[in-house]
């Protein structure tokens, strides 16, 4: 059975959802409705993240303005350092 909810958002989040709404050619209600349903399923607690996943999930993210040819020299560079 479907109840009527109210929800008081920020003008530019509505706006937004509803572009995605549209975008994905579902309705705004089925989306949020979609979203609390995934976030209040038993179905994520099917498995469980083990220590080491969790010790290295730090939440931070690589800069974007990294040199990757850069870090890559420095890492051989140490690791040559370290195995001679």
Do not use: C
């Not at 109840?3 to 989306?31: D, F, H, M």
């Not at 990294?66 to 350092?81: C, G, H, T």
Request: net charge positive; proline share 2%; glycine share 2%.
């Amino acid at each position: 059975m479907d109840s009527k909810l109210t929800l008081k958002l920020n003008e530019t989040v509505i706006e937004r959802a509803k572009r995605y709404a549209s975008n994905k050619k579902i309705s705004l209600s089925g989306l949020i409705e979609n979203y609390l349903d995934s976030l209040t399923s038993d179905q994520n607690n099917d498995f469980e993240i083990s220590p080491f996943v969790k010790s290295i999930s730090s939440g931070k993210s690589i800069p974007a303005n990294i040199d990757d040819k850069k870090a890559r020299e420095k890492y051989l560079d140490f690791l040559d350092k370290k195995y001679q």
